[in-house]
């Protein structure tokens, strides 16, 4: 009876796997339409934009378009396993990486940085009279970990030095980057203002070193990566996987795009080992890669694949709706995000190479492009959006059996 009752719970959780993983490959219904095709092809044919991908997802349909070429030059197709660099879409992997040691209770957003680094005890405030003199006075409110990873801790964009390094990819250890960062002065008192700053999210980054005692890319990899089955997204990509990359390019409306061997934030080569991890924008990903990242922040924690990565909870309160002061914009950890929660509002984040990738998780809802252009003209990105717009007003059969994880 024993034995018969062992392999009934064994037959039932085989199932159960095999149900998890059937879902992760197979429950995403295709919508059949062309919205997003119908809204970039005309571009591609004029040769002003070389290729892009766009993805449609609305309650388990969703509407794939690869567009045009990875490689102009070539013609070689764009696919979703082409390997681009996201940029600045890498600062929502850093809140989440936050947001896992909150959630465990290892940290709190309003701790002190100090607590963690002690070189942000003592901050100084650039100020200039009304004569233009330049001063440093002394920072009166305390820098928290909120702050650093929405941008209201008063840090520039980059370190000065950055641009002699060739940009975020010849960058330093995070910890050296944090200690570099103590050691200048701030632009205004921590909290009372917002600055987008890459220097921010990497602060942010040498406190998980510290909470953890692991190098912030492996605790990435550890807790977020390698359990959402993120195998093609790394910092330093393989002369296989940058054979197949989205090639960058110059675009202008009404005119022919233009090859760019490499963006002067970005120099080559790209995979060797004086690449350091930036948490402010650094990832080269894939879009398949890509989808379960942010199809997991849309499941409010879970991935397609069942593996829960985050509490509905902690992702409704510190990731999905703003971290900062009322009045300053919104932004949560990493993520551009609402100030207030409203069921038509949107979290996500882009990057500088007009990649972008956005999530309503009250309608289970996502837009994703996916480009690599030096310059983003808002023809192309509105073109992209009116396809969205399209497609989400359309209605189209939603009966899927798609596997979401949320409790009824």
């Not at 960062?181 to 632009?187: D, E």
């Not at 963006?263 to 990832?283: C, E, H, I, K, T």
């Amino acid at each position: 009876m024993k034995k018969m009752i062992l392999f009934a719970a064994l037959s039932f959780l085989i199932a159960g796997c095999c149900c998890v993983k059937q879902c992760e490959t197979s429950c995403v219904k295709d919508s059949g339409t062309t919205f997003a095709k119908d809204a970039l092809q005309k571009y591609v044919d004029s040769k002003e934009i070389p290729g892009a991908i766009c993805v449609y997802y609305d309650n388990g349909v969703q509407e794939t378009a690869c567009i045009g070429y990875a490689d102009a030059r070539t013609q070689r197709p764009i696919t979703i396993d082409d390997h681009y660099m996201q940029c600045s879409q890498t600062k929502g992997f850093c809140g989440v990486t936050i947001a896992i040691l909150v959630e465990e209770g290892k940290l709190s957003l309003d701790d002190p940085v100090s607590k963690y680094l002690p070189e942000f005890k003592d901050l100084w405030v650039r100020q200039s009279n009304k004569d233009g003199v330049q001063t440093l006075v002394k920072a009166k409110n305390v820098l928290t970990v909120r702050m650093v990873m929405n941008h209201t801790g008063g840090f520039g964009f980059e370190l000065p030095n950055y641009t002699a390094m060739g940009g975020w990819s010849r960058r330093m250890p995070l910890r050296s980057v944090a200690a570099t960062a103590a050691s200048q002065p701030i632009a205004f008192e921590p909290g009372t203002k917002a600055q987008y700053s890459n220097v921010g999210i990497d602060i942010g980054a040498a406190v998980v070193e510290v909470v953890t005692g692991k190098r912030w890319e492996a605790f990435l990899k550890e807790r977020v990566l390698d359990p959402l089955g993120m195998k093609e997204t790394t910092f330093w990509p393989t002369d296989a996987q940058l054979a197949n990359k989205i090639e960058i390019y110059s675009v202008k409306p009404g005119e022919e795009a233009k090859w760019v061997e490499q963006n002067s934030a970005m120099q080559r080569p790209y995979g060797d080992d004086r690449v350091f991890p930036s948490a402010g924008a650094g990832l080269w990903t894939t879009v398949r890669d890509q989808l379960k990242f942010y199809k997991m922040l849309m499941n409010l924690g879970i991935g397609e694949n069942g593996v829960r990565i985050l509490k509905e909870e902690t992702v409704k309160s510190i990731l999905a709706v703003s971290t900062r002061p009322k009045g300053l914009g919104g932004y949560s950890l990493g993520l551009s995000a609402p100030e207030t929660d409203a069921e038509d509002q949107w979290f996500g984040h882009g990057g500088a190479w007009a990649t972008n990738c956005v999530v309503n998780w009250h309608k289970r809802q996502l837009k994703l492009i996916a480009v690599q252009f030096v310059n983003a003209p808002g023809k192309f990105t509105g073109a992209f959006n009116e396809g969205a717009d399209k497609f989400f007003k359309t209605q189209i059969d939603k009966s899927t059996d798609e596997y979401s994880g949320r409790m009824k």
